[in-house]
T-cell receptor, first 114, second 108 residues
């Protein structure tokens, strides 16, 4: 069964450093999403991406965040200058056009900012 | 303000003891309501999508229902492997809003 994959599974970085989180969505999916989940808190929407551009973003997705689909398979989330409060699980999700809006989530990347 | 609230926060059941989880929502323009299961350290796993009041979906021991203001996830005769956090999310056509989840523990 096709699945969303994410790398790395765990990323440790120093405050102020840039990180790139990578996702490979399900191959025929057209919509892509990033979410984060701070430990013990709810899953929070960051951004949605369709047709090579951002379609929606939340208040959390400020100028330090960016997303890119550099090729036909990868979808990345870049955090330019990490802060302690960016420590969280980051989930990528994808869905296909006309799939009843069902999103399929990846296993997540745990980001720890020291 | 769009909001999704789940209750209870935590639920402990004996194996075979049926119960229900609640998800209430106040959003403008509901496009769909989703139930996910999340195991510790993993991504949410899709269970059901509901689109309109009165709709019901079933899968094994789980049954989801939807009204205009809330959804229920009914668990019939649960087993220990049903232990997980169950998340509810609503889709407004722009964003997905998640609840904080119900942590279910089923004791053998």
């Amino acid at each position: 069964e096709p699945e969303v994959t994410q790398t790395p599974s765990h990323q440790v970085t120093q405050m102020g450093q840039e990180v790139i989180l990578r996702c490979v969505p399900i191959s025929n999916h057209l919509y892509f999403y990033w979410y984060r989940q701070i430990l013990g808190q709810k899953v929070e929407f960051l951004v949605s991406f369709y047709n090579n551009e951002i379609s929606e973003k939340s208040e959390i997705f400020d100028d330090q965040f960016s997303v890119e689909r550099p090729d036909g398979s990868n979808f990345t989330l870049k955090i330019r200058s990490t802060k302690l409060e960016d420590s969280a699980m980051y989930f990528c999700a994808s869905r296909s056009l006309g799939a009843g809006d069902t999103q399929y989530f990846g296993p997540g990347t745990r980001l720890t900012v020291l | 303000e769009d909001q999704v609230t789940q209750s209870p926060e935590a639920l402990r059941l004996q194996e075979g003891e049926s119960s229900s989880l609640n998800c209430s929502y106040t959003v403008s323009g509901l496009r769909g309501l989703f139930w996910y299961r999340q195991d510790p350290g993993k991504g949410p796993e899709f269970l059901f999508t509901l689109y309109s009041a009165g709709e019901e979906k079933e899968k094994e021991r789980l049954k989801a229902t939807l009204t205009k203001k809330e959804s229920f996830l009914h668990i019939t005769a649960p087993k220990p492997e049903d232990s997980a956090t169950y998340l509810c999310a609503v889709y407004t056509g722009n964003q997905f809003y998640f609840g904080t989840g119900t942590s279910l523990t089923v004791i053998p």
